[in-house]
């Protein structure tokens, strides 16, 4: 050891003035329950002769076996010059 050292530790134990202190902390709890229940019914007929826009939407949900589910909802418009769609698929399964 270099004796020069021991005197630049001797100088370092000298009274700090001023400084800055800073504390944080964070709990964070999340708890999510989601109950839903859907029921669907649907009796469609229907005759068409079609001139001008069109619109469709097609999905496709499958699930197997217990604790799981699959849902897609699909939507598409059409009209004077513009049309829209978009598509929105859930799947879970614990």
Do not use: C, H, P, R
Request: no cysteine.
């Amino acid at each position: 050891m270099i004796i020069s050292d021991l005197n630049y530790l001797e100088n370092t134990s000298e009274e700090v003035i001023g400084g800055y202190d800073f504390t944080a902390s964070k709990n964070v709890a999340i708890v999510a329950n989601i109950t839903e229940t859907i029921n669907i019914s649907k009796n469609v007929t229907s005759n068409l002769n079609l001139s001008g826009y069109l619109a469709t939407a097609e999905g496709q949900a499958y699930a197997v076996g217990n604790a799981t589910v699959a849902e897609v909802y699909s939507f598409s418009t059409a009209g004077n010059g513009s049309s829209a769609a978009n598509s929105l698929s859930i799947s879970a399964a614990k």
